[in-house]
Nanobody, 116 residues
């Protein structure tokens, strides 16, 4: 199982980013997938989960209405569109082949920094 996140970077408050999670080694379309994040000095925070056919998307209250999770089962790729970014969204973002804690396996993460 491999999960590789990309798309992070430095962005100003109010800006947008699109994160990707490329996967291999398992039947991607058969699994719920999850985005998590960890801010500096804080614990792991659940961000969003998407069902196998994208019919169910759930979000943490802190990102609901600003972030959009999606997936392309043909490509084995998970996405997270981050809009209206705030400084408190600064974190390492991870994707996980899981729908519940402890959210393993997961990738190495991609860093998002929101700063002016």
């Amino acid at each position: 199982v491999q999960l590789v996140e990309s798309g992070g970077g430095l962005v100003q408050p109010g800006g947008s980013l699109r994160l990707s999670c490329a996967t291999s080694g398992f039947a991607f379309g058969a699994y719920y997938m999850t985005w998590l994040r960890q801010a500096p000095g804080k614990g792991l925070e659940w961000v969003s989960t998407i069902s196998t056919e994208s019919t169910i998307q759930t979000y943490a209250e802190s990102v609901r209405g600003r972030f959009i999770v999606s997936r392309d089962n043909a490509k084995g790729t998970l996405y997270l569109q981050l809009n209206s970014l705030k400084t408190e969204d600064t974190a390492m973002y991870y994707c996980a082949k899981a729908r519940s804690s402890p959210f393993f396996p997961r990738g190495q993460g991609t860093q998002v920094i929101v700063s002016s």
